[in-house]
């Protein structure tokens, strides 16, 4: 049984690629910089905050969701507060919804490529630079966003 949890690891990812559920990002800053901007689109970006359990944060979007024009670069502000004295690691992980539309949102800057150090009672602002890619299939009206911050322990630190 043991053997049999770690071979479903694999066949999970690859069902996930075929259908585009669990829209998981990577932590890789964009490379195609240049995008022409497709004017005669708009599409919904929502954005999603959560916080693992286990991490003493307090966790939102300045904004929850914003009209965007495919190949043109924009910029969401997330907040974040260290609700402990004492100071914290986290690390906050993306997801995309639909899944398969993960692929065309592309980010240069983001909290999410690092590990947050916050002192005690710490707030930080933390922004988002991302574009959709012009790309994106016209079915794709709302692309959601969402970022959960899970607590690093110190073992890992």
Do not use: H
């Not at 693992?52 to 914003?66: C, I, R, T």
């Not at 794709?140 to 630190?157: H, I």
């Amino acid at each position: 049984m043991f053997g049999f949890g770690f071979a479903l690891v694999p066949i999970y990812d690859v069902f996930c690629d075929l259908t585009g559920l669990n829209g998981k990002l990577g932590v890789e800053v964009a490379t195609k910089t240049d995008f022409e901007i497709d004017s005669s689109r708009e599409i919904t970006l929502e954005f999603i905050t959560a916080v693992n359990e286990s991490a003493p944060l307090a966790f939102g979007a300045e904004v929850a969701k914003m009209k965007v024009v495919p190949g043109k670069f924009y910029m969401a502000k997330f907040w974040a507060r260290n609700l402990k004295e004492e100071s914290i690691t986290v690390q906050a992980i993306p997801s995309v919804a639909p899944g398969l539309a993960n692929q065309y949102l592309k980010k240069t800057e983001c909290f999410c490529f690092s590990e947050q150090v916050f002192e005690g009672s710490e707030l930080k602002i933390m922004p988002v630079r991302f574009v959709i890619d012009p790309d994106l299939p016209d079915r794709f009206e709302t692309v959601t966003l969402a970022y959960t911050f899970f607590d690093v322990p110190e073992k890992f630190n």
